[in-house]
């Protein structure tokens, strides 16, 4: 008999869950995040030439007062209080 007989193989180990039953997202501080977002704008106006910068700002600035614009939209549609009850009709089925 060989040396490599007598041993048993040992069932490889359960994978173990991980924290909070997997469902939940680790956290990050909210500055990391800003910290993140500066570091990537200083990096992009390093490689990206003043004019396109310029455009870029401009087209960033119209999005957001459209956006602004579409926010007011809503809110004065959603104020608006209807003027009595609406009337229903009964429409035969033939």
């Avoid at 869950?17 to 977002?37: C, F, H, K, S, Y």
């Avoid at 401009?58 to 009595?84: F, K, N, S």
């Amino acid at each position: 008999m060989a040396a490599s007989d007598n041993r048993r193989e040992t069932p490889p180990a359960e994978p173990t869950p991980p924290p909070q039953g997997g469902w939940e997202i680790p956290r990050e501080e909210p500055a990391a995040n800003a910290d993140v977002l500066t570091q990537l704008s200083e990096l992009l106006q390093e490689f990206v030439p003043e004019d396109l910068q310029k455009r870029i700002a401009e087209a960033v600035r119209e999005l957001l007062v459209a956006l602004r614009a579409l926010i007011d939209w809503l809110v004065e549609r959603l104020e608006r209080r209807p003027a009595g009850p609406v009337e229903v009709r009964d429409i035969p089925i033939l």
